[in-house]
């Protein structure tokens, strides 16, 4: 069973950059595709961005050009840089290995993180 452990998170100002860690047991970003969602308080779990394993990614509009989404096979860990946080990135982010193309959706993987709180607020 892979386990996916993330860090960082908390409370952050508008404007401010906050980096996201997702260590996994195993090297499954090296062989899944793999990505980030977030879930905000009385709204759906959305998908933030996802990781080719082939190369290249792809972002939800609202973080294009904001947040980062990359991978360091050595450690076997994914990152988000988050940029110019606004208040509506608040929200429980998670990251997710395992996601797959079907029927021309991207759908969950199996393996998630614990989730963590980032709160954006002055």
């Known amino acids: 069973q892979v386990q996916l452990v993330e860090f960082g998170g908390g409370l952050m100002q508008p404007g401010g950059s906050l980096r996201l860690s997702c260590t996994a047991s195993t090297g499954i970003f090296s062989t899944n595709d793999a990505g980030w969602y977030r879930q905000a308080p009385g709204k759906q779990r959305e998908l933030v961005a996802v990781l080719w394993k082939i190369g290249g990614a792809n972002y939800a509009e609202a973080v294009k050009g904001r947040f980062t989404i990359s991978v360091d096979n050595t450690e076997n860990t994914m990152y988000l840089q988050m940029d110019n946080l606004k208040p509506e990135d608040t929200a429980v982010y998670y990251c997710?290995?395992?996601?797959?193309?079907?029927?021309?959706?991207?759908?969950?993987?199996?393996?998630w993180g614990q989730g963590t709180q980032i709160t954006v607020s002055s």
């Open positions: 997710n290995a395992g996601l797959r193309l079907s029927s021309g959706r991207i759908r969950e993987g199996a393996h």
